[in-house]
């Protein structure tokens, strides 16, 4: 009977870029997002505002669920309601707040009427790029087609970087291997990691 052949070894970068991918899908499809979504769809204050046509009013609850002592555990970080092509409600925790990964949506409803579509993102893209780089030790960089771009602590000056293969940055030879994400409203997003060869 012949040997069974061995599996080809996984490569650290391979690896690296496993964990990065495993991590975007839980901040944009995982549990706690879920919890957050059902949490402010049931938001009376929000639902009646948009139920009345109050848009500041809902704009204001939106603002006040970011700012509100809870949401620092549960790391919300924008809130968006639309209707057809027209944004409703559009809050951000902060600056960065505007570069999140991609959110969960519902359909909201009250009364038994269709009063919009809920998004809420539970991740900044800085906070996505932080979480990877601590989880693995790579160098992580994020660019959306925005021109927004963030890349984790201690990352090299970068130039132009390969989709694979290999770079030298300040003298430092990297391997890397990119993979595309889509962000909030579908942004196409392009996720390195460089590991130190």
Do not use: C
Not at 169 to 178: C, D, I, K, N, T
């Amino acid at each position: 009977m012949p040997a069974a052949r061995a599996r080809p070894r996984q490569s650290r970068i391979d690896t690296t870029v496993k964990v990065a991918k495993a991590s975007y899908n839980s901040e944009t499809k995982g549990r706690v997002l879920h919890q957050q979504l059902e949490r402010i769809a049931r938001d009376g204050i929000l639902l009646n505002a948009l139920s009345r046509g109050n848009v500041a009013g809902a704009q204001a609850e939106a603002d006040a669920q970011l700012s509100s002592p809870g949401n620092h555990f549960v790391h919300v970080t924008r809130i968006g309601v639309v209707r057809g092509s027209r944004v409703l409600v559009n809050a951000t925790v902060n600056a960065d707040g505007v570069f999140v990964v991609a959110p969960g949506s519902r359909v909201l409803r009250s009364r038994g009427r269709v009063v919009g579509t809920l998004l809420v993102s539970i991740q900044d893209v800085t906070g996505y790029v932080k979480v990877v780089h601590d989880l693995t030790g790579a160098a992580v960089v994020a660019r959306g087609a925005s021109g927004h771009m963030r890349a984790s602590r201690g990352t090299p000056p970068l130039g132009r970087l390969p989709m694979s293969g290999h770079a030298t940055l300040a003298g430092h030879r990297y391997s890397v291997r990119s993979f595309h994400e889509l962000g909030w409203g579908g942004e196409p997003l392009t996720v390195w990691i460089l590991e130190r060869a």
